[in-house]
């Protein structure tokens, strides 16, 4: 299941330029990021259960300097970060997932809100734990000028969920979120993702 949002009741606007810019950056995105690699399979997946998200920077349409992508990188990333660690990680069994939205814009908070179970774990919040096997995002920034005006994150983010019955579960959410600035804050306002739930398998047993 995929589904890309609009900013819509709650968000804020700069005016028309900005508007122009995001909707242009959406087609940009689109090409550019349909050609990339769904399983970039160069690097090694980290270890579980200790593990922070990868950030790195790719293509993207204009130029950074380096002290303001680094800053750029840093603030993407951590409402990224917050978004993995509210929406998956933490204490389980568990009930509240929808924190995972904070950084989300009104409309695409609304939207997120009913696509729970696509972009949290949700469907686990009776899981024993859910640990991270691999979280991995690649960014392209917008550029208008000097300014930094809007981001596409491609996520590659999976998991294990260790359910009651001793069952694990690996599945994963993979897609875009796009974010803008606006004021020196980010926000997703879209995205589109996919996710992938495997069967689950049984805990071994010693005979």
Do not use: I
């Amino acid at each position: 299941m995929a589904r890309m949002t609009r900013p819509r009741g709650g968000h804020r606007s700069s005016g028309t330029r900005r508007a122009v810019l995001l909707a242009a950056a959406l087609l940009f995105w689109s090409a550019l990021l349909s050609s990339c690699s769904d399983d970039p399979s160069s690097e090694p997946p980290g270890t579980p259960g200790q593990m922070a998200l990868s950030v790195q920077t790719g293509r993207g349409a204009g130029s950074l300097s380096e002290g303001a992508q680094a800053d750029a990188e840093t603030e993407v990333g951590d409402v990224l970060s917050h978004f993995v660690v509210a929406g998956f990680l933490g204490d389980y069994p568990r009930e509240n997932f929808v924190d995972a939205f904070d950084a989300f814009t009104g409309g695409a908070a609304a939207s997120a809100a009913g696509d729970l179970d696509l972009l949290t774990a949700n469907r686990y919040r009776d899981a024993s734990s859910v640990r991270p096997t691999r979280l991995d995002a690649r960014l392209s920034f917008l550029v208008d000028g000097k300014d930094v005006v809007g981001a596409s994150a491609r996520v590659d983010l999976r998991f294990e969920a260790d359910l009651p019955g001793g069952d694990t579960v690996p599945f994963t959410l993979k897609g875009r979120l796009l974010l803008e600035e606006d004021e020196g804050t980010w926000s997703v306002f879209g995205y589109d993702v996919a996710r992938d739930d495997a069967a689950p398998v049984g805990a071994e047993v010693t005979p």
